[in-house]
């Protein structure tokens, strides 16, 4: 079973810049989840995913993150504009539907310069 | 909201030995759940074991089992015999049960770093 992808794997960009994450979940899971892992630190919940509709978002600064699950299935996350303190790895995660186990992607690695 | 808090930055553990991760978290739930993932350097977050809060059971998997302290919200992991493939970044984390709004997300601590010496 292919697990979740993510790409890239790295990206720099300079401050003000935009940026877009992809993420491909397990075949069949409609619950996807988008994390922020700063260095030093454990991931934080950005934004989660039932199906194509949003579940939850408190977390997602909107003022400059975005997210969108077209069809229900892959998933982008764009920054616009990128700020240092965005320098971070972002994790997918994907589960079956909610309350059951999320497999994690690897992750792309930002840095804002 | 919940909270996360590993106070061991690193831990180090000789090949073969015990070593134990510590957890403890705040929430005013009474159904939840706690995880411990492990993150090798391929960033992959990878499940090394899930305790429901409603079991008064211990979990175990393998060489790994957990000491779950609903009261004093403690959740340990026990690692035993370790091995070079156990080191890694270990998180503790924690779940609401299911709402029925749905929202599941993790909320993470910020990881402990086991080095296994040979």
């Known amino acids: 079973e292919a697990g979740v992808a993510q790409s890239p794997r790295y990206k720099i960009i300079e401050k003000r810049q935009s940026v877009a994450f992809w993420c491909n979940p397990i075949?069949?899971?409609?619950?996807l989840y988008w994390y922020q892992q700063i260095l030093g630190q454990g991931p934080k919940l950005l934004i989660q995913?039932?199906?194509?509709?949003?579940?939850?978002d408190s977390q997602l600064p909107k003022d400059r993150f975005s997210a969108e699950r077209l069809k229900g299935v892959d998933s982008t996350l764009k920054i616009q504009p990128a700020k240092l303190e965005d320098s971070a790895v972002y994790l997918c995660?994907?589960?079956?539907?909610?309350?059951?186990?999320?497999?994690f992607g690897q992750g792309t690695r930002l840095t804002v310069v | 909201a919940q909270t996360v808090t590993q106070s061991q930055p690193e831990m180090s553990v000789q090949e073969a030995e015990t070593v134990t991760l510590s957890c403890t978290y705040d929430?005013?739930?009474?159904?939840?759940?706690l995880f411990w993932y492990k993150q090798p350097p391929s960033r992959q977050m990878i499940l090394v074991i899930r305790?429901?809060?409603?079991?008064?059971q211990n979990a175990t998997e393998n060489r790994f089992s957990v000491n779950f302290q609903k009261a004093a919200k403690s959740f340990s992991l026990k690692i035993s015999d370790s091995q070079l493939g156990d080191a890694a970044m270990y998180f503790c984390?924690?779940?609401?049960?299911?709402?029925?709004?749905?929202?599941?997300?993790?909320?993470f601590g910020k990881g402990t770093h086991l080095i296994i010496q040979p």
């Open positions: 075949s069949g899971h409609a619950t």
């Open positions: 929430t005013s739930e009474s159904d939840y759940y």
């Open positions: 995913f039932q199906n194509n509709g949003v579940v939850d």
């Open positions: 995660a994907s589960s079956f539907t909610v309350d059951t186990e999320a497999f």
């Open positions: 305790q429901e809060a409603y079991k008064q």
């Open positions: 984390a924690y779940r609401s049960s299911y709402s029925g709004g749905g929202a599941d997300g993790l909320t």
